[in-house]
């Protein structure tokens, strides 16, 4: 649905979600930037994340490594030999392209003009292997030929967990199996970055490399799918739109005995959201190896010494954010018979990760007291959640911009706040009206109920 994807486009930059990297300039491909109300979905995603993953878990810890990574580090994990993909170009129009995703002969650029039943088509070259890596160098006296001044942006978090693993282990009093979570940015030089923000150059990762057992790792990898698959229906990705895919033998990268990959049926088809991959001991084994140091794990009980087995669900934080946005963005139509057509755009975002959680609209701007009275109840909030003031317009339409952007309650003040008898003669007084972004339906709630009605479905 190519209309639907235009729509999320332009409601993510005209509402602030999310901007293309350099605009001013004609853009940066494969670069996003996230606007205040993207920023803010983004941390809660995360941190909701975290909270799930390490928080509420005795048995993973979190790090947060560099960017800027050893070149010796992604030279054992088989990176710098062996992370590519498959390009060619067109001689003619000289555009780049996977090789392994074309599903026919592109039309050329600088064909286009040719007169009908000439071949437009580009004319590409064999395909040959391009590292996917953005290499840099390091130190300011550093010669420009010094192959050990190169270093690299980490096209993955999860080494830089592989080689503290040990450090982890040694200042922590951790047993198997345990896990360590990281959340950060990694960088790929994709060849073709498309469909938004769903492939790009720069983006963040949420990872977790759960050290085990070698006896454990296939048990493992099918329970945390289970988990994962958890995650994403708590923060509003239905399981029905998720597809399981069991990567089959040959298709797996080599040293994984079992991968899954979660996909989601993106309005530009089902693709991956994230992998949960049983890496083996690959990874540790190499880096003793070539490290020279052990990376053995020696477990008293049983006098056991081996290499821990991982399981690792990576998953990508601005693909989910992207999977989230998609689920989330409804049209509803509420036109009245005979009436003008009224259709109301809704973000159904759970409360968990909404970027707005309450916002807070005094009914009439001009009224100093129902003005001071919704300061004095945002003023109540603010320390505790993301509240929005709004006094422009009528409510009704401050209602909408709310419901655009996935604010699950809107908060009234009205002159029934202020003392004023209700409809049927009752003492409103301190209440304030709470409206429902999905239902539209609008109760009355107490001030001094407020907060922990609010907190209670924000979880
Ligand atoms: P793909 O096949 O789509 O390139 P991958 O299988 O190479 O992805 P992994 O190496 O398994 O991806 O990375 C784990 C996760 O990181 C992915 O599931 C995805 O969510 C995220 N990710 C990977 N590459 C990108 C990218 N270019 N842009 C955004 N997210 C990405």
């Known amino acids: 649905d190519p209309e639907k994807m235009e729509k999320i486009v332009s409601l993510c930059k005209g509402k602030g979600f999310i901007f293309q990297s350099g605009e001013l300039y004609g853009g940066l491909n494969g670069c996003w930037d996230y606007g205040p109300l993207g920023a803010e979905l983004k941390r809660n995603l995360k941190e909701y994340w975290w909270r799930k993953n390490v928080q509420e878990r005795d048995d993973i810890v979190g790090m947060d490594g560099s960017i800027l990574t050893h070149q010796a580090v992604l030279t054992a994990s088989g990176h ?25 002969v592109p039309l050329c650029e600088a064909k286009k003009q040719l007169p009908k ?70 960088f790929r030089n994709e060849i073709n970055p498309r469909n938004f923000t769903f492939r790009s150059r720069e983006f963040e990762q949420m990872e977790i490399e759960y050290f085990c057992h070698p006896d454990d790792g296939m048990k493992l990898t099918d ?12 923060i509003g990705v239905p399981r029905e739109k998720l597809h399981i895919l069991d990567v089959p033998d040959g298709e797996r990268a080599h040293y994984s005995k079992k ?6 049926e993106f309005p530009f088809g089902i693709q991956e959201l994230e992998g949960v991959a049983y890496r083996t001991d690959y990874d540790l084994g190499k880096h003793q190896e070539c490290s020279g140091k052990s990376l053995e794990y020696f477990n008293p009980e049983t006098k056991e010494r081996f290499i821990p087995h991982v399981v690792e669900p990576s998953a990508g934080c601005d ?9 989330a963005y409804d049209e509803e139509d509420l036109t009245k018979e005979g009436g003008k057509p009224d259709i109301r755009k809704v973000m159904r975002l759970k409360p968990c990760i909404a970027p707005i959680k309450a916002a807070v609209l005094p009914l009439l701007k001009n009224k100093p007291e129902l003005v001071a009275k919704a300061k004095e109840v945002k003023a109540l909030l603010q320390p505790h959640m993301n509240i929005f003031y709004d006094e422009t317009a009528a409510i ?42 999905d239902s539209m339906e609008q109760e009355r709630i107490a001030i001094s109920e407020l907060l922990p009605w609010l907190l209670a479905r924000m979880v």
């Not at 003619?92 to 074309?102: E, F, I, P, T």
């Not at 693909?319 to 689920?327: F, G, S, W």
């Open 223 to 234: 329970e945390w799918l289970e988990k994962r698959l958890n995650f994403y229906e708590e």
């Open 396 to 437: 009704g339409r401050r209602y909408r911009r709310q419901d655009e952007v996935g604010t699950p309650f809107c908060i009234a003040i009205d002159f029934e706040t202020l003392g004023e008898e209700g409809p049927n003669g009752e003492d409103l007084s301190d209440t304030v009206t709470v409206r429902h972004r």
């Open 80 to 104: 710098v030999g062996g992370f590519s993909d498959p390009m060619c170009d067109c001689k003619v129009c000289k555009k780049r392209y996977r090789a392994d995703q074309l599903e026919e």
């Open 319 to 327: 693909r989910t954010v992207l999977a989230v946005i998609c689920e």
């Open 117 to 186: 039943g000439e071949d437009k088509r580009c004319e590409l070259t064999e395909p040959k292997e391009f590292n996917l890596m953005f290499e840099t160098k390091m130190g300011a006296s550093a010669d420009d030929d010094d192959p050990n001044a190169v270093a690299y942006l980490r096209p993955e978090t999860a080494q830089t967990i592989f080689v503290q693993y040990k450090n982890v282990l040694d200042s922590s009093r951790l047993k198997i199996p345990f896990g360590i979570a990281q959340i950060g940015k990694a």
């Open 259 to 264: 991968t899954y990959d979660i996909e989601y």
